[in-house]
């Protein structure tokens, strides 16, 4: 299965994802800027996306403790997801993000 | 005038390896001292997830991030390391006689034979929201701590944030600015609840301000900010503004690490995987801040990197000593060691 990513610098790229990872990991194993420093436990947001509006239905809305997380970046947007709490899936083939600029290294 | 500390070994670092590693040099006799960023032990385990469980520490089939730390802080304690906390080391100089000074920004030198840096993901620094030319400002209007409570005096100040951090600056600095206008994303605050109740108290007083919304851009000259632009479920929005505190919570810098003059691989600092040692003799560096072919950022391999730089380290300290490899299970030497023999 497929993801599309766009980078902060606006590039795309069709990354490939196996079922059960997390799209978080997927990016961050193609070498793509995203920081991902707490590894995926859901205590830090550099991580952080925004899904493309055709797919928010499918990718549902973040939990309590992901907007809570979600309260130390500072460019969340309606569509903001923490890419750590997304698993891949076959619904999820074909899926849209960009990655915000909260999520990128130094 | 500085403080000058002597010691063995200078761990840079007290997330769990570098604690571990406290062990490790302590069974040969190895006297260290910690220096870090943070407040307390633990590093990521304390400040990121003291409350997550971690499954795969071996022997412990779950174990949260503080129990883990609490039972390293207990293991080591019969060597007595030293811990210096709030604190960051700025500079690592070699000396002559193959010795290291290490200078930290709270005005201290320490002098050592042997330095670990065990520094995980760099040091702990607040994290800037992204927004342009926000460094322009930074230490001038734009502040991420209250150093002195005196720079915001008569100001009109925009805090940013839900978290305690926000709200308790919050109603310390109300008595003493001009205005205070609290920002934060949603009408949702992460805060003591009291702290929460008395911010709204003083809102309905007309003593601060409080909208929804994010920071969008800072207008300001020569480091001095004049205005805040918010973008707010309302549409955009100026706000006078001449001090801005965001309250992001804390990111990961690697920091003053990278001028160490150490080889450096996309942010990790190369070591071999006998010592664990950088490209300077006597600097180690151990735990997810190395880099090797295979690595594994997990806590068990801190764990066995700390075990084999303290054999290395410890030909330094004590050159031709001969060291005798022994098992805390049998060795009465070790027990007595660890005070239960």
């Known amino acids: ?106 | 005038m500085s403080t000058e500390i002597t010691t063995d070994v200078v761990v840079i670092g007290a997330g769990p390896c570098g604690l571990f590693a406290a062990f490790e040099l302590g069974l040969l006799d190895l006297k260290c001292h910690f220096i870090d960023i943070l407040d307390r032990p633990g590093g990521q385990c304390a400040e990121l997830y003291p409350e997550k469980p971690i499954y795969d520490i071996p022997g412990f089939p779950v174990v949260t991030g503080q129990q883990l730390t609490d039972n390293l802080m207990a293991q080591i304690a019969p060597f007595s390391p030293e811990f210096h906390f709030n604190r960051m080391v700025n500079s690592i100089e070699k000396q002559a006689d193959g010795s290291f000074k290490l200078a930290t920004d709270a005005d201290e030198i320490f002098n050592c034979k042997v330095v670990v840096i065990a520094a995980g993901g760099g040091s702990f620094q607040p994290k800037r929201p992204p927004v342009e030319n926000i460094e322009a400002f930074e230490n001038k209007s734009v502040f991420y701590s209250v150093r002195k409570m005196d720079d915001f005096r008569g100001q009109d100040l925009v805090i940013v944030g839900g978290g305690d951090s926000a709200l308790d600056w919050t109603l310390n600095l109300q008595p003493i600015v001009r205005s205070l206008t609290l920002v934060h994303r949603r009408a949702v605050f992460k805060a003591a609840p009291a702290s929460v109740n008395k911010m709204q108290e003083l809102v309905g007083e007309g003593k601060i301000n409080f909208l929804t919304g994010q920071i969008a851009k800072l207008d300001g000259e020569d480091g001095q900010i004049n205005h805040v632009h918010l973008t707010t479920d309302a549409g955009d929005l100026s706000v006078p503004a001449t001090r801005l505190l965001p309250f992001f919570g804390l990111t990961m810098k690697l920091g003053p690490v990278a001028d160490w003059g150490l080889e450096l691989n996309d942010n990790t600092i190369v070591v071999d995987t006998e010592k664990f040692q950088t490209s300077v003799p006597g600097i180690f560096a151990i735990g997810d801040i190395n880099s090797y072919p295979g690595k594994l950022k997990l806590i068990l391999s801190g764990f066995h990197e700390a075990a084999l730089m303290a054999q290395a380290a410890k030909a330094i300290v004590a050159p031709g000593e001969r060291v005798v490899f022994q098992y805390t299970t049998s060795s009465t030497k070790l027990q007595k060691k660890l005070g239960v023999a």
């Open chain 1, 1 to 106: 299965m497929i993801i599309h990513v766009t980078d902060q610098a606006g590039e795309n790229h069709a990354l490939e994802g196996l079922e059960g990872w997390r799209v978080m990991e997927v990016i961050r194993d193609w070498g793509l800027n995203i920081k991902a420093e707490c590894g995926g436990a859901l205590s830090c947001a550099t991580c952080h996306v925004y899904v493309d509006a055709e797919w928010m239905d499918v990718v549902g809305a973040p939990s309590d403790e992901e907007e809570d997380r979600l309260d130390s970046v500072g460019d969340v947007k309606a569509n903001s997801r923490l890419s750590c709490q997304i698993l891949m899936s076959d619904a999820l083939d074909g899926l849209k993000v960009t990655l915000a600029a909260s999520a990128a290294k130094d």
